[in-house]
């Protein structure tokens, strides 16, 4: 009876308010697929790439610094040139996104589990727990996601042994960069349990006996995934910059495994040399999927906030 | 405070118009990507500082801007016994704070070179003792014959002893708690062409010219302006704006565009210090590779396999951007005891080793991991990648670790226990000397002797050793440059070493100005000169 | 009151501890500073003795105890590098930094609010979408690719703008000022655009969310009811309600420009405290690195305690709770 609700629920919203608001913004739409293609040339880079930048044995030093196809000097191989190890751009954009995408993606999921367990444990719970919760959000909220990135790179780098640094880098990245976004959810979701635990629907479960994971989990949890989503899409787009901005500190990913920002770290030693493929192609791909992202992430704040319709 | 300022100019303009007709104060501004991290000149062993400092301080002897060695505060020297060297110094020679230069300065700034905290040690203790015979006349005694003393003695700069114990700074300024706000560490008073007037570490230092330096200088400059710029756009960003006359380094992909641009130019030069890749040939196992139980490249074949998988030209021509010169010996054409007919590179030829790598038993070849530093040489990671890529292609697959510099030597060095399979490193002798390249890095790792600790893979043949010692006090340049040639082939013949090229000098300069580029990297205020 | 303030007080302290404690244990993980101390060809014995010396191999507890109690009194220790003492080294560069931050959060007040109010008012006009979705550009951008482009174009192209530095400042005994030149001020423009595009942004999203919730109120749409003139209802009522969240939000975002002005001063060689740790990062100089996150947290906890001071005095439910 509970499921049949709230797929209702669920099913009402997507039928008619968000789904209409989607087809009657052209920005959300290509946004969206702005953003799906995107993740579809990611997912599958090892497929739809033209060649691989990783394969040692496939590049060729002697490819490198090409300009793009249709320019004088141009290779058909490769499309928008090559960089500075011969490895062709649009391959290693097409890889680097899904290092970037993963990073994003991953480090999203880590905060949103975080901060919504521990919004609905402080909301529901409430008293001392609450506030020591509160409290330990105060304090991570004091220091910026860079910050705290830096931090947490140096113990892993210290504490990892010097083989393994390369395989752990992207794991520290999704650990710090999901570590100082969970404040965010947290909040929200404690404020809307806040709300829902004392509504009727909610007080009549714990009468008839439900426990109390299982009220939070199919009750309350359902109720405060728009606003939760809104700030997972604005987050996405978040860390992937934060994930780019820590590359050109020097923190990133290692370069034999460039991500979207440590492309860009490598382009900028070229924006004098009159190579601008290296720069201008990686960097106009982050900043259209990052604004697509964004794009989207605003759009859904307003389809999902019923006062502003 | 003003007034004596703007007579000090008068007047070092007034010095200039001798030489040629100045009469305007001339400013220089130029920009490094690191800092000056301190006056003092026995801070710190680091070339930057050290030649930066050398426009302030001076040595007995000093470089000219080919690195010839030229009388500096020394008149003039000769050897009198094997160990014991006569200096006649420089008389009328004052101090920034008009204080006389005499014999005393250079027994005291030899004592605080020794000093605790002093990073000159090294350079110091081939100084065994002075005597002092007049106020400028010495004699100095060496440990043991050394054909190279005046060549030691370059970057011992002297400091004035009674400024120096007046301000409480007799000795040397170190990184210990218990000095300090140590005077010299952020004031100077050297016997110098230029003195600094102020002096911010990390942001600003300002040199103004010294009226009454003891020679006459080719520069016309007043004043000069140093700011040290980590990002590479943003020192060349200044220079094509004009706000600054010369920055260095600047990345060799950017000199076709300062050639293109108005104003400004690229200046690239032969740097004397050699790039090259080690393999650990010592241990019995290798550290980080998939071949247990015994280590590869203690097989000559496998070594050499190495040394033909490598296409140093593709490398200067892609990496480099044809600013490199590729070599086959550990030492530039600049230092003494080079040999030309050694230098050809170990021939490309992938073929080749590949059979070599299938003769020596690793016909699928093998994995080891590469050490590499990201932020020391020019162009150093893409070095490291390029090598990865070229024995990739011969079947060995090398994981590549490029690390900040801090890093990277914390692990290789032997501080880190020599931690390393695989490593590209680059050396320049500060003495200018072949000597120093084979006690450092072709001499058998030996702490006691101190010799071959960097010689990170331990490449090992006590015959070496044996001529090394003897290249150390054979006076005779003829019979010494002939030992040292017999190791350099010994070395080759056994591929102890991949070397890769001589980096180049990359400056880009102002055309305002006309500067002389020194193939240690170091910029001489005594040679720039503001055209008109 | 007195025991709440004790509380806050009380969590301030710890927080200072474990930031400290945090900072400290990883520093000695980042690498070994020795050689970044020394040359690249000084023995082996002369680094064991500075090891020694800079008591590198004393037990951990030891090393973190000695930190505690100077940081107590303000001493930091020496810098590795530089030789002289770290918290010298801080104050004078905050200037730097403390200016730039300034600037940057004016200009984002500055632009924000009148976009915020904009977008509020004219929700549906063309217009306003555009503002919205060209700031999402300036969000969408990595800030050090913002400098970058900025020097690229300003500096390098029209030669208008200098493309590094603080230009000439003024010295009044500890504080060194940029604002009463020329240079100064024109070198303070890039990065300080650079540094407020990301918070510009927000406080305009904020001001035209809070703009809208206020709108919908009843008391502005009962002035409104009552035939109060538009202008008048928009700026005096509704704005004015805005403003507060605004102001207390812009606050405690005052420490995280402080912290992001690090990307915008290695791009720009600005010489604030951010240039310094970054290097101090590289050149694994402990000191600096501790002394900096220790004043970034010494910062933050005293603008939330300021906050929550200020919160404890305005709200009384607040004071009901803990009493």
């Not at chain 1, 004091?142 to 140096?154: C, M």
Request: some cysteine; glycine content about 8%.
């Amino acid at each position: 009876m509970e499921n049949s609700v709230e797929k209702s629920r669920i099913a009402r919203l997507l039928d008619n308010d968000v789904w209409h608001s989607y087809i009657r913004s052209p920005v959300a739409i290509i946004s969206s697929i702005v953003t799906l293609i995107a993740i579809f040339g990611a997912l599958f880079a090892p497929f739809l790439a033209p060649n691989d930048p990783f394969d040692m044995v496939a590049i060729d030093i002697m490819d490198s610094s090409l300009p793009p196809a249709w320019q004088l000097d141009g290779d058909p191989r490769f499309l928008l040139g090559t960089d500075d190890q011969g490895r062709g751009i649009l391959s290693t954009i097409m890889y680097g996104a899904r290092i970037s995408l993963f990073v994003g993606f991953a480090s999203v999921i880590f905060s949103m589990v975080v901060g919504i367990t521990l919004g609905l444990i402080s909301g529901y719970v409430g008293g001392r727990v609450d506030a020591f919760i509160m409290r330990i959000a105060d304090i991570q909220l004091s220091f910026p996601a860079i910050l705290i990135a830096l931090l947490l790179d140096g113990v892993a780098r210290g504490i990892v042994p010097k083989e393994l640094h390369e395989d752990v880098t992207i794991y520290v990245l999704v650990f710090a960069i999901g570590i100082s976004g969970w404040v965010q959810y947290a909040r929200t979701v404690r404020g809307s349990t806040l709300v829902e635990k004392n509504k009727e629907y909610v007080q009549a479960a714990r009468v008839i006996g439900i426990r109390r994971g299982t009220i939070l989990r199919r009750h309350i949890l359902p109720n405060v995934m728009g606003p939760v989503m809104v700030i997972a899409t604005i987050h996405l787009a978040i860390a992937i910059i934060t994930e780019a901005t820590l590359s050109f500190l020097g923190v990133g990913v290692p370069p034999t495994t460039p991500s979207l920002g440590t492309l860009i770290r490598i382009g900028n030693e070229y924006l004098f040399s009159g190579e601008w493929w290296i720069t201008i192609f990686p960097g106009a791909a982050l900043v259209i999927l990052v604004l697509a992202v964004n794009l989207l992430g605003d759009w859904l704040r307003d389809a999902l906030n019923p006062k502003l319709r | 405070m003003k007034l004596r300022h703007g007579l000090m100019v008068a007047a070092a303009a007034a010095a200039i118009a001798v030489a040629a007709p100045v009469v305007k104060a001339e400013t220089f501004k130029y920009a490094f990507q690191g800092n000056l991290s301190s006056l003092d000149p026995h801070s710190l062993n680091e070339t930057f500082l050290l030649v930066s400092l050398g426009n302030i301080y001076e040595g007995l002897s000093i470089y000219d801007d080919n690195l010839g060695i030229q009388p500096g505060l020394a008149e003039s020297w000769e050897t009198i016994e094997p160990t014991k060297w006569k200096f006649n110094l420089r008389k009328g020679v004052k101090f920034h704070n008009g204080n006389d230069f005499t014999a005393q300065d250079v027994v005291f700034s030899w004592q605080r070179a020794l000093s605790e905290g002093s990073d000159q040690k090294v350079r110091a203790s081939k100084i065994k003792a002075i005597e002092v015979i007049d106020d400028h006349t010495i004699i100095i005694e060496t440990p043991a014959p050394n054909p190279i003393l005046t060549s030691d003695l370059v970057f011992v700069y002297i400091m004035d002893k009674e400024w120096s114990e007046k301000n409480k700074t007799a000795s040397a300024t170190s990184a210990s708690a218990d000095n300090t706000g140590n005077y010299a560490n952020l004031h100077s008073n050297g016997t110098g062409p230029f003195k600094v007037v102020d002096h911010k570490a990390d942001v600003k230092t300002t040199f103004d010219r010294n009226p009454a330096y003891w020679s006459k200088i080719k520069s016309n400059v007043t004043k000069v302006e140093f700011t040290p710029i980590k990002e590479a756009a943003t020192r060349v960003a200044a220079l094509i704006s004009g706000e600054l006359d010369l920055v260095y380094p600047i990345p060799v992909q950017d000199w076709k565009r300062l050639d293109e641009a108005e104003g400004v130019k690229a200046l690239a030069g032969p740097e004397a210090r050699t790039i090259f890749l080690g393999m650990d040939q010592s241990r019995d196992e290798l550290l980080y590779s998939n071949i247990k139980g015994k280590n590869p490249f203690k097989d000559i074949r496998v070594r050499q396999a190495f040394a033909h998988a490598l296409n140093l030209e593709a490398i200067k021509k892609k990496v480099m951007r044809g600013a490199a010169t590729p070599t086959g010996l550990m030492v530039a054409p600049q230092i003494n005891g080079f040999v030309e007919e050694l230098n050809t590179p170990y021939a490309y030829d992938p073929a080749k080793s590949k059979a070599l790598l299938v003769e020596a038993g690793y016909p699928d070849g093998f994995e080891v991991t590469m050490d590499c530093p990201n932020n020391r040489y020019v162009n150093d990671e893409k070095i490291c990648q390029a090598a990865v890529s070229m024995l990739a292609k011969v079947g060995v697959k090398v994981s590549l670790l490029a690390q900040p510099k801090s890093k990277y030597f914390g692990k290789v060095l032997s501080s880190g226990g020599f931690d390393t399979s695989f490593y590209l490193l680059g050396w320049t002798p500060g003495t200018m000397d072949s000597e120093n390249v084979l006690s450092s890095l072709l001499s058998c790792q030996n702490k006691e002797t101190k010799t071959g600790l960097f010689n990170l893979g331990n490449y090992c043949n006590p015959k070496v050793d044996e001529l090394t010692k003897k290249v150390g006090s054979e006076t005779d340049q003829v019979k010494r440059n002939a030992m040292i040639k017999e190791i350099f082939q010994t070395v080759k013949d056994e591929y102890g070493y991949l070397p890769l090229h001589q980096q180049p000098l990359s400056w880009g300069v102002s055309d305002r100005v006309t500067v002389s580029q020194r193939a240690d990297n170091g910029l001489d205020f005594r040679y720039v000169v503001v055209n008109k | 009151m007195v025991s709440f303030l004790f509380k806050r007080l009380l969590q301030s302290v710890i927080v200072m501890f474990t930031v400290g404690l945090i900072a400290f244990s990883m520093f000695r993980f980042v690498g070994d500073p020795i050689n970044n101390m020394v040359g690249q060809d000084t023995s082996e014995q002369e680094r064991i003795e500075l090891r020694e010396r800079l008591g590198l191999d004393d037990p951990f507890l030891v090393q973190f105890g000695r930190f505690a109690l100077n940081a107590v009194q303000g001493d930091f220790g020496m810098s590795y590098k530089y030789r002289v003492p770290v918290s010298g080294m801080i104050f004078e560069r905050m200037p730097a930094t403390l200016e730039l931050s300034f600037v940057a959060a004016i200009l984002s007040l500055a632009l924000g609010i009148p976009l915020g109010v904009y977008t509020a008012l004219k929700r549906n006009s063309f217009l306003s979408k555009l503002i919205m979705t060209t700031s999402l550009v300036g969000v969408s951008l990595p800030t050090f690719l913002t400098g970058i482009l900025l020097i690229l174009f300003f500096g390098v192209v029209l030669r208008w703008l200098p493309t590094f530095g603080r230009g000439d400042v003024v010295e009044f005994s500890a504080w060194s000022t940029g604002f009463l030149t020329v240079s100064g001020l024109k070198s303070l423009i890039l990065p300080s655009i650079t540094l407020a595009l990301f918070q510009m942004t927000l406080i305009m999203r904020l001001v035209r969310a809070e703009m809208l919730e206020v709108l919908r109120t009843d008391f502005v749409k009962f002035a409104k009811a009552r035939g109060l003139p538009n202008r008048l209802v928009n700026f005096k009522h509704a704005l004015k309600n805005t403003l507060v969240p605004v102001i207390t939000i812009t606050g405690l975002q005052l420490g995280s420009l402080i912290a992001f002005a690090i990307i915008t001063e290695s791009v720009f060689q600005w010489p604030g405290m951010g240039l310094l740790f970054i290097q101090a990062i590289a050149d694994v100089d402990i000191p600096i690195m501790a002394a900096y996150l220790v004043l970034i947290a010494f910062f933050f906890v005293l603008i939330n305690m300021i906050v929550d001071i200020l919160y404890y005095a305005v709200d009384p439910r607040l004071r009901a709770d803990n009493e």
